[in-house]
C-alpha cells in the first residue's frame, strides 16, 4: 500500500471529553473502562418512572459563566467543556492555527427535544399562554446549536455546524473533520459529539414505547450488551471532541499524536426505521476496511456499537461475524456496558475509551455480561476483565443509528514513514 | 410596592440572570447595560420575569424605560402600586 503524504494524513492530537460516571478526562475515561466501572445510575423523569440513566458531573464553569450555560443548552455546556479539554490536551492556544482556518464538527442525534419539552412544561405553569414561552428558544434548538455555542467561546470564526446522523452522529462528525481538513477548507478541526438527550422523558418515553428502555433494580447493571438477559438500551449524557490535524503540521509543531485516522466509511440500509440490518452493516466494514488498505485480520481491537437491544446486538454480531471469520488475532469489546448509549457522543466516548490502548496495550472488557446469548458468542469477546495484548496497532469502531445509518471509523497506532 | 422593592426585586431578577453581576458603586441614573455584563436578550428576561411574577405586559416600544435603575422604578412603581 502507498501511503498518502503526510499532508492528507489526519491524526488525533487532543482529546476533551465527559462520560457518565464522572470521568472528565481520557487518563481518568481509561481508568473507569479499565476498571470495569459502570457510569449507570437512576435519573427521576418528568411525567414517567425512574430509568437507568449516564450522567456527567463536570466543572461546568471551567471554561465559560454560568450565565452563559444558563443561556445557552446543556449540549453547548458540555460542547464548550470538551471543546476547551480538548485544546488544552492538545497544547493549542490559536497561536498554531488562525482561527478563521478552524472547523467545529459535532455530531448529534438529535437536538431541541430537551428544550422543546423544557419550554412546554414552562408554559403549562401559565395555561399554555404562549406570552411565556422564552425568546431564547430558538437559539437555543437551531441545530448548529452546541457547535455555535463552542466557536463562541472560542472565538472560531471559520465554519462550524452540526452532524445530524442519529447514533452514527460522532462518527460522521469525526469523518467531517477529516474531510475538511483533507479538502484544504480548514487548518485544524475541532470535531466529536454530544448527547444531552437524558434531559428528555419523551426519548425514554418512546424507547419503552419500542419495548427498546433497559430495566433493571441495579442501574449498574441494566445495559449489558450481548448478555442473554439484555431488555434495551441506557440512555446517557456525554460528550467528546477531538483536534484534528494534518501529520505534517501536527510533526512539525512537535503535538502528542494519539493515533492515526485509516479509514473510514458510512452507508445507508434502505429498509427499516428503527430496524438494524447486518448485511449492511458488513458492507459499511468492509469499506472501511478497503479504504485503510487493511484486511480484516488486521484490525486488534472491535469496539461494537451494541446497544443491548435483542435484535441490534445479533445483527451487529451477524456482520462482525461475517467480515471477520478467521481473525483469530482480533480482539472484540463494547464501552455501553459501563457508559450506556451516548447517542451522538457514542462513537467518538466509544473510541476516546480504547485510544489509548495503543499506549497501554490493554483491551478494556464489556461488562455485565453474565449470560452470553449464544447469538452474540464472537471469538475473541473480552468480558469481564481487561485482557492485555503485545501490541494494538488497530480500532474499529462501529457506530450505528435509526433510520439505517452505519458508520465505521479505523485509527490506526500512529507510525512516523 | 415601595420604589425600594422595586429595586430590590429589578436587582434580583438580575442577579438571577447573572449571579456575578456586581452591584457596588452602579448608579441608579446610567444605563444598566453599560455597567453590567447585559445584553438584549438579558433585557427580555428581565421583561419575561416581570410578566411571570406581576402579569405585566410590557409593551415593546416601552422597553426604553427599563434602560436605568431609576427609569425601571419610575415605570414600575405606577403599575405595581397594588401588587
Known amino acids: ?213 433497559a430495566e433493571n433494580n441495579d442501574p449498574t447493571m441494566a445495559s449489558r450488551p450481548f448478555d442473554r438477559d439484555r431488555n434495551g438500551i441506557v440512555i446517557s449524557e456525554g460528550g467528546c471532541v477531538f483536534t484534528l490535524e494534518r501529520l505534517d503540521k501536527a510533526l512539525a509543531r512537535g503535538a502528542r499524536i494519539y493515533g492515526e485516522i485509516a479509514g473510514h466509511a458510512m452507508n445507508s440500509d434502505a429498509r427499516d426505521f428503527v430496524l438494524p440490518y447486518g448485511p449492511r452493516q458488513a458492507e459499511c466494514i468492509r469499506l472501511a476496511l478497503d479504504r485503510a488498505g487493511l484486511a480484516p485480520a488486521d484490525i486488534t481491537i472491535i469496539n461494537t456499537h451494541a446497544t443491548g437491544t435483542r435484535q441490534g446486538d445479533v445483527e451487529e454480531c451477524k456482520a462482525l461475524r461475517e467480515v471477520f471469520a478467521d481473525c483469530p488475532g482480533t480482539r472484540v469489546n463494547n464501552t455501553k456496558s459501563l457508559i450506556g448509549h451516548a447517542m451522538g457522543a457514542a462513537g467518538v466516548l466509544e473510541l476516546a475509551a480504547n485510544l489509548p490502548a495503543f499506549t497501554d496495550n490493554q483491551v478494556h472488557a464489556t461488562i455485565n455480561l453474565d449470560n452470553l446469548d449464544p447469538d452474540c458468542a464472537l471469538p475473541g469477546l473480552v468480558a469481564g476483565e481487561p485482557e492485555e495484548l503485545s501490541n494494538v496497532d488497530t480500532i474499529l469502531n462501529t457506530s450505528f443509528g435509526m433510520v439505517g445509518i452505519n458508520s465505521v471509523v479505523i485509527v490506526k497506532r500512529f507510525v512516523a514513514k | 410596592m415601595t420604589r425600594d422593592e422595586i429595586k430590590d426585586m429589578i436587582l434580583e431578577i438580575i442577579e438571577d440572570i447573572d449571579e456575578d453581576a456586581e452591584f457596588d458603586g452602579l448608579d441608579a441614573d446610567k444605563p444598566l447595560r453599560d455597567q453590567l455584563d447585559l445584553d438584549s436578550m438579558d ?41
Open chain 2, 43 to 83: 433585557f427580555l428576561d428581565i421583561v419575561m420575569e416581570l410578566r411571570k411574577r406581576h402579569k405585566l405586559q410590557i409593551p415593546e416600544e416601552e422597553y426604553p424605560e427599563l434602560a436605568t435603575l431609576t427609569s425601571c422604578v419610575n415605570y414600575l412603581e405606577p403599575k405595581l402600586k397594588e401588587a
Open chain 1, 1 to 213: 500500500m502507498s501511503i498518502p503524504p503526510d499532508s492528507s494524513r489526519i491524526v488525533i492530537t487532543g482529546v476533551g471529553l465527559t462520560a457518565p460516571g464522572g470521568s472528565n478526562t481520557l487518563a481518568e475515561f481509561r481508568q473507569q473502562v479499565l476498571a470495569g466501572r459502570s457510569g449507570i445510575t437512576t435519573l427521576d423523569l418528568r411525567y414517567m418512572d425512574p430509568a437507568p440513566a449516564g450522567l456527567c458531573d463536570f466543572p461546568e464553569t471551567q471554561y465559560r459563566k454560568k450565565k452563559e450555560n444558563k443561556r445557552g443548552t446543556r449540549s453547548g455546556c458540555i460542547g464548550v467543556y470538551c471543546a476547551g479539554e480538548a485544546l488544552a490536551d492538545a497544547g493549542i492556544d490559536f497561536s498554531e492555527y488562525d482561527r478563521s482556518r478552524t472547523g467545529v464538527y459535532i455530531g448529534l442525534t438529535e437536538h431541541g427535544t430537551v428544550e422543546t419539552e423544557n419550554e412546554v412544561y414552562n408554559i403549562s405553569g401559565f395555561d399554555y399562554n404562549v406570552d411565556y414561552w422564552t425568546h431564547h428558544h430558538n437559539p437555543r434548538t437551531v441545530l448548529n446549536n452546541p457547535a455555535g455555542e463552542i466557536t463562541m467561546n472560542l472565538g472560531v470564526t471559520g465554519p462550524h455546524y452540526s452532524v445530524g446522523a442519529a447514533c452514527a452522529a460522532g462518527n460522521a462528525a469525526l469523518i467531517q473533520g477529516c474531510q475538511m481538513l483533507r479538502l484544504g477548507e480548514v487548518d485544524f478541526a475541532l470535531c466529536g459529539g454530544i448527547s444531552e438527550c437524558t434531559g428528555s422523558f419523551g426519548i425514554f418515553a418512546s424507547f419503552r414505547a419500542q419495548g427498546a428502555l
